[in-house]
């Protein structure tokens, strides 16, 4: 038989973390007239993609995960006076993307692939991560135990109720879960000047650098507890 519930306390946790992971990816197309044609177009833009990632794993990247997805397909579109499909011929495109625990390496990575001479380069924002949730979690569902068990102590306190007279009778844990939904963080990027900044292979010609803004993980926890009395 469970006891009565004498009362009910909630509070909110906070963990913050660092990003230990970034996500990377780059994609680029090209046109030719058959199928062929477009993919050795792609095959000479996918090796500079390559040679540039080599570039930075010579200079400490480490990749912990590295995926390709090359395709081909006809470049057609529907003319609606002649009611078909007029074709223009075929395009290759190729994506990379990869997770690299070298976090700090983040601006020289994004800077190093976007000054690429590849045809139609695009690379999205850096994504950073946590890898380890759970460890968050843990670390907040304790914070808002013990803002619960200080908030309680000033409550019985205030209304001379003894907390040795208590105990915990149910709980209830909420977890913020849009640290792991969502995957992580996009990195703010912001340009700074330079007259020293240079890429690995030969691009853009700026000499602007990229500053990433990733910021940090926060992961949120609600925990209500019941006390009935002993």
């Keep these: 038989m469970s006891k009565q519930v004498f009362t009910s306390v909630s509070s909110n946790g906070l963990a913050v973390g660092e990003y230990d992971v970034v996500h990377f990816q780059v994609s680029c197309e090209v046109g030719g007239k058959s199928p062929n044609d477009a993919r050795e177009k792609l095959a000479k833009q996918t090796k500079i993609i390559a040679d540039a990632i080599s570039f930075l794993e010579e200079k400490g990247m480490k990749i912990d995960g590295l995926r390709k997805s090359p395709s081909c397909f006809v470049d057609h579109e529907y003319d609606h006076k002649l009611l078909k499909y007029i074709n ?8 990379i993307s990869f997770v690299s625990s070298s976090v700090e ?28 949730i759970d460890a968050l979690q843990k670390l907040a569902l304790e914070d808002a135990w013990k803002k619960l068990n200080e908030k309680f102590a000033v409550e019985c306190g205030v209304l ?66 019941s006390f009935s009395l002993k």
């Design 88 to 95: 223009h011929g075929y395009k290759a495109s190729y994506i």
């Design 105 to 132: 390496m983040s601006a020289m990575i994004y800077d190093t692939l976007s000054a690429l001479n590849v045809e139609n380069l695009a690379i999205e924002n850096p994504v950073f991560k946590a890898k380890n």
């Design 160 to 225: 001379n109720i003894g907390r040795d007279t208590l105990e915990v009778a149910s709980y209830q844990v909420r977890y913020d879960e849009s640290e792991r939904s969502r995957g992580g963080a996009s990195g703010g990027i912001r340009t700074l000047a330079s007259a020293s900044q240079s890429n690995a292979r030969g691009g853009g010609g700026n000499n602007d650098v990229t500053e990433l803004v990733s910021g940090k993980a926060h992961v949120n926890v609600s925990l209500t507890v």
